[in-house]
């Protein structure tokens, strides 16, 4: 049975209108090449995105066009484009240098984290490439500088802290110390007062407590007061005690009787 000839004339006429899409793929591309070239960035990302519109997944498209947002300094439209190139590549080479340029955008932006990691993909792809083991290098020197910054400006920021709540540690006690001396002196008298009267009552009551535990003591045991000792006289004693005696009474009797004799002295007449 033989296959109608409609059939095998269409399939060549999608075939050869592929093949002249693909051309016009590839014009634009050169086209936005040689613009970009001149660097005339506005009329090559114009190009690449015709090229685009004809094969929104063509890697040379996508890469080509995210290397004139970056030209532009378009960075954010840049990494999209590169981010999509490695996606859709279809080797190892274009997946290498869409990594690569990748992380020249993180650069820019100072996210050296992630510049790091999409290096550390370029060279995943192509290890021998020394212009990306360079860049990973550096990414990773800024990486450690940054984290190394970020830690001492905690440390200063806790230090801050840690100095105004010392601070403000000293500023109440000065003020506890303006309000002590602030307080009313008559009070502060009564209550030292008050103080030591508690004290001298406290030990009075001590003293009570001492008295109460001392036993008392018997009449027996009081001091008694000592009594004259008795002395005996012997005979000659008592007889020289008598003899003195007799003579002492002899001379008041005779001066008794001298004094009979004389009388009363007489007073001194007046004169009238």
């Known amino acids: 049975m033989?296959?109608?000839?409609?059939?095998?004339w269409g399939l060549l006429f999608f075939g050869m209108s592929l093949m002249a899409q693909q051309g016009e793929v590839i014009n634009h591309i050169y086209d936005g090449n040689e613009?970009?070239?001149?660097?005339?960035f506005d009329e090559a990302e114009m190009a690449y995105r015709r090229a685009l519109s004809k094969a929104p997944e063509k890697p040379e498209a996508l890469y080509n066009l995210g290397n004139t947002h970056f030209q532009e300094q378009d960075f954010d439209e840049?990494?999209?484009?590169?981010?999509?190139?490695?996606?859709f590549a279809e080797n190892k080479s274009s997946k290498h240098h869409a990594f690569h340029n990748l992380?020249?955008?993180?650069m820019k932006q100072?996210?050296?984290?992630?510049?790091?990691?999409?290096?550390?993909?370029?060279?995943?792809?192509?290890?021998?490439d020394e212009e990306t083991r360079y860049n990973y290098a550096l990414a990773k020197e800024l990486l450690e500088k940054e984290q190394e910054q970020e830690q001492n400006q905690d440390q200063n920021d806790q230090q801050d802290q840690n100095d105004q709540e010392d601070q403000q540690?000293?500023?109440?006690?000065?003020?506890?110390?303006?309000?002590?001396?602030?307080?009313d002196p008559g009070k502060e008298d009564e209550d030292k007062e008050g103080d030591e009267g508690e004290d001298k009552e406290d030990k009075k009551d001590e003293g009570d407590q001492e008295k109460q535990k001392q036993p008392e003591?018997?009449?027996?045991?009081?001091?008694?007061?000592?009594?004259?000792?008795?002395?005996?006289?012997?005979?000659?004693q008592v007889k020289s005690l008598l003899e003195a005696m007799s003579n002492q009474e002899k001379k008041v009797q005779d001066k008794v009787n001298a004094e009979k004799v004389q009388g009363t002295p007489v007073r001194g007449q007046k004169d009238w």
């Open 2 to 8: 033989m296959h109608k000839p409609i059939f095998f």
């Open 35 to 40: 613009q970009a070239s001149a660097e005339l």
């Open 78 to 87: 840049a990494k999209q484009r590169f981010f999509q190139t490695q996606k």
């Open 103 to 106: 992380g020249n955008v993180f």
């Open 110 to 128: 100072k996210d050296y984290a992630k510049a790091v990691e999409a290096y550390k993909n370029a060279l995943r792809n192509n290890p021998e």
């Open 169 to 183: 540690d000293q500023d109440n006690k000065d003020d506890n110390k303006e309000g002590d001396k602030d307080k």
């Open 217 to 236: 003591q018997d009449d027996s045991e009081k001091e008694q007061p000592s009594k004259p000792q008795q002395t005996e006289l012997s005979p000659e």
